[in-house]
């Protein structure tokens, strides 16, 4: 199976947990990129934000972490529905990240 | 020489603060995970340098951190708190309907007397979990939250949370807001309520077996059997092991307090930080006393010296009071305003270590040899 390079930007306390910097790099099988896809990549090579995007019970977005793409607001997409056709192949490609972001709420 | 090091969370990261056995001049290192809230850290008893924080937030959830060279690095451990038995049930929520549990937060760590691997974690939605490898996994004490009281308890304001933890192992205590106290003679299998004597206005029937909003307990290593208690109002006192509890408040200017601490070396030597009442989370008459006991409680002096006695409008939090172990022991507390005190003369009198942290949460005192 094929796979792809995807760039993922994640928000500042997660690169600190995760001894990283910005952006990092996931592989993950062209056929599956999807929310779901994307995250199981993500925390197979930074086991540490295992439960710090997803609740670990329910398996659910956290309720202030967004997922963004290509201008896109993909928070509320099923995890496991294909993403839009114009975000994979920019996703694919490198042309553009995946966004983790914290939502804004509070101080 | 002795050192003694305090562990303070605050609602923006933990700090660390370091003394000789003077406890006059003091180093501080942090924010350690800076704007993460630090609910709780302590250190293992069988290994001072071994230390665990509950680090959280709103955003990422729950995180568990270790320290083996006594907090100058951590390293993130487990964070799977699952509830063990599949489907969890339910308990009250705030309108009166059942409510699933659902993990929020662990509130309070514990780490054994005897064992630096072994710590247990007091978690939101009330639950008690044990790691036995050093914070790397975790396994639910079911007995607690399955309790036949469990469906009735209703979560305080700040949550359904067990926040005290006291081993006397085999024996365990653990008091939720809002359920009370529960004591276990079998090393957290089974569990019995101890609320005799416990009355509570706020809920429907005072004198209820369960549903009391219990802020804090402690107990002397001395007198395993004697218990103090800061309860949301009245604070409280059992001499046989929590099967019965009597009021203690006597000449308090108000019993409504969230910390209460015990004297190292004087079983009868208590300490608890009065506040005005349960809507208004600050010292009386803009003072902030801390209150002592000589006699086992009913009979307080109130603690100035070195203390703000004008405008001052802070809370202490149940987890923010920690006495040492030193001849003269030294009280500390800490405050939502971001101060933290101590008294190196049994609370005599009172010098700020800091005073322009994030709101403390907990702290918790070591000396080290």
Redesign the interface.
């Known amino acids: 199976m094929t796979e792809v390079a995807v760039r993922v930007v994640l ?1 500042v ?2 690169r600190t ?1 995760a001894k990283t910097g910005r952006e990092v790099v996931v592989s993950v099988p062209e056929a599956d990129i999807t929310q779901r896809g994307l995250l199981d990549a993500l925390e197979t090579a930074f086991p ?1 934000l ?4 997803r ?3 329910t398996g659910k977005r ?4 967004r997922f963004y793409a290509c201008e896109q607001d993909l928070s509320n997409e099923p995890p496991d529905a294909p993403l839009p056709p114009v975000v994979a192949a920019a996703l694919a490609s490198g042309a553009e990240p995946f966004l983790v972001v ?2 804004m ?2 101080g | 020489m002795t050192q003694v090091r305090v562990l303070a969370g605050t609602r923006k990261g933990a700090f660390v603060l370091t003394s000789d056995e003077k406890r006059e001049k003091w180093s501080v290192t942090g924010p350690h995970f800076g ?2 809230e630090i609910y709780h850290l302590k250190g293992s008893p069988a290994d001072p340098n071994r230390i665990y924080a509950s680090q959280n ?7 568990i951190q270790r320290s083996d060279d006594g907090g100058l690095t951590w390293e ?1 451990v487990g ?5 063990a038995g599949g489907d969890p049930g339910t308990h009250l929520w705030y309108d009166g309907t059942p409510k699933p549990w ?2 929020k937060r662990i509130w309070h760590l514990e780490p054994s007397k005897t064992d630096p691997d072994t710590v247990y974690a007091g978690a939101e939605d009330a639950a008690l979990f044990r790691s036995t490898d050093g914070g790397a996994s975790w396994t639910e004490l079911a007995g607690l939250r399955t309790h036949p009281t469990g469906p009735s308890w209703q979560p305080g304001a700040g949550g359904l949370c067990p926040h005290t933890i006291i081993l006397q192992e085999p024996r365990i205590y653990v008091a939720i807001s809002a359920a009370g106290t529960l004591r276990s003679d079998d090393g957290g299998e089974t569990w019995r309520v101890m609320n005799k004597g416990l009355l509570s206005d706020g809920i429907p029937v005072p004198d209820a077996e369960a549903g009391h909003c219990v802020h804090h307990v402690e107990a002397h290593p001395a007198k395993p059997d004697t218990l103090f208690m800061q309860k949301h109002w009245d604070v409280m006192r059992s001499d046989d092991a929590g099967e019965n509890w009597y009021e203690i408040s006597g000449n308090l200017p108000s019993d409504f307090g969230f910390p209460i601490g015990v004297h190292p070396h004087e079983a009868e030597t208590l300490y608890v930080v009065p506040i005005t009442s349960d809507s208004l989370h600050y010292p009386p008459d803009g003072a902030l006393r801390v209150w002592r006991s000589r006699t086992g409680g009913n009979e307080w002096e109130p603690l100035t010296d070195g203390l703000p006695q004008r405008d001052c409008y802070v809370n202490v939090y149940r987890d923010a009071m920690s006495i040492d172990t030193l001849d003269d022991a030294g009280v500390y507390f800490g405050t939502t305003g971001g101060q933290v005190y101590v008294s190196a003369d049994s609370g005599d009198s009172w010098a700020p270590i800091v005073r322009d942290l994030p709101a403390v949460l907990s702290v918790e005192v070591q000396v080290l040899p």
């Open positions: 928000p306390h997660l947990l540490v295992g439960g710090t995007i609740d670990r019970q956290r309720a202030f972490v914290g939502a709420a509070g | 704007g993460w937030t709103g955003w990422f959830g729950q995180l993130p964070n799977d708190f699952t509830y659902e993990f």
